[in-house]
């Protein structure tokens, strides 16, 4: 396909996505609808869009049959069973019980900016619990905003520290880093534990003391005696009833499959171990130990049994994430067969400085459609298939661009005013938008710029 025309069509269909992604269209079916008209344009141009062709009209459709087929096997089932495990766990209440467990020895700081970095890296421990944002925030304002006022925390501090708390965790459970380590066909606990998290961990401790700083800098201006503590939420009463060993155990299960893949990665790493357990099995093991838990703490057959139908629903419910997986894929197939990917790889090619600019032009593109759209995961899912690529391209570690990318979706969305988690942040504390969003900037911002450098220092 003539180099103009294949430029022409990219530039297009990816200012079509960018501004399908800005109107709040379901991209799904404008990744799926653009991949395969991409495929078709290609396909009867002559070009093969599948390994074996059969005809100009059958070949685009039978390789969106095989994004199905591919992911559906892959990383789809891996998003599909944590899903399951997670609407598991939120049924017989473990989620709840952790959450409790976990902020319960907060109510006894007193110190409101001594509760910022703590409340914000505890936060993020939690997100390992519940991996939604919006959902974890909703919880928060329930159970540890009313904590925060009575320490004498101003809402607004209150509202960012809630609003950052789901960030960059490093867990072999994300959706994300589950697509990430598929890619670079490698186990997802490897990836997580010795590419993510080295750049992660420091990242969430840099934008901790950041938190700290920027809120005590902004509380200089807020007048806190005015403020009345008592009528800001009410406290709801803990609703778990267990205790002693069982509530410890039921604290441990949803992060249970956590704690046997870093174990296991421990091991291996240590003593030499080739013990080799993917996340489907770490996590059908939990599930298992989770209904022998059920059965021994009710000792009712049918009642456990009839919970454990929600795995299959919440397996059902993570559906929409496989298929945004499998529509970027498709879209990014189009890509390569009008021959996008070639230009993309041709262009890195001949710039000495790609490997410096190919992850800052990716995490600045990230940051504009984050920020206007208020979500980074279909553009990050979007991008998967051609991280690897790209980077080898530009002759730099497929790393320096999974791990900037990816963190920069996650941090950045704590800085978008139409983002769900802080409008619902905004409206359970009755303050405006941008009210949050200048209190969460700063630190996400310091963590994007730092990120980013160690990225380039570990990576490069």
Known sequence: ?????????????????????????????????????????ASLSGVAVIKEPVNAFIDPLTSVVSQFKTTLSG??????????????????????????????????VKSAYFLVPIVFLLGNL??????????????LLATLYPVLIKSKMSPLTAAAVIATTATVMPTPLGSDNVAIAQELGMPVAEYVFNYHAIVSIPTLLVMAIAHYLWQKHCDKSVVLSDINYDLEISE?????????????????????????????FMLNSSLGVELKLSVEVVTIISFVIAIICELFRHKQVKATFDKVDFFFKGMGNSMGIVILLIAASVF??????????TVLQKAMEGTSASGVLLPLILVLFTAIIVLLSGSGTALFFAMVPLMVPLAAAASISPYAVTVPMGLAGNLLRAVSPVSAVVMIVAGSTKKEPLEIVKRTSVPMVVGVIFMLILSFMLFK
């Open 1 to 41: 396909m003539n180099m103009l025309v294949t430029i022409i069509l990219g530039v297009l269909s990816v200012a079509l996505i960018t501004y399908l992604l800005l109107k709040k269209a379901d991209i799904k079916v404008a990744m799926f609808g653009i991949g395969i008209l991409l495929l078709y344009i």
């Open 75 to 108: 990383a789809g089932l891996v998003i599909i069973i944590l899903g399951g495990y997670t609407a598991f766990m939120n049924q017989i209440g473990a989620n709840e019980v952790t959450v409790n467990v976990l902020t319960k020895p907060l109510k006894h």
């Open 126 to 139: 939690l997100s390992l619990v519940i991996p939604s944002a919006s959902n974890l925030a909703i919880i």
């Open 236 to 264: 709801e009463e803990e609703k778990t009833e267990l205790s002693g060993v069982v509530k410890f155990v039921y604290a441990c299960l949803p992060l249970l499959p956590i704690l046997i893949m870093l174990l296991v």
């Open 332 to 341: 990014v197939s189009g890509l390569k067969a009008i021959g996008v990917i």
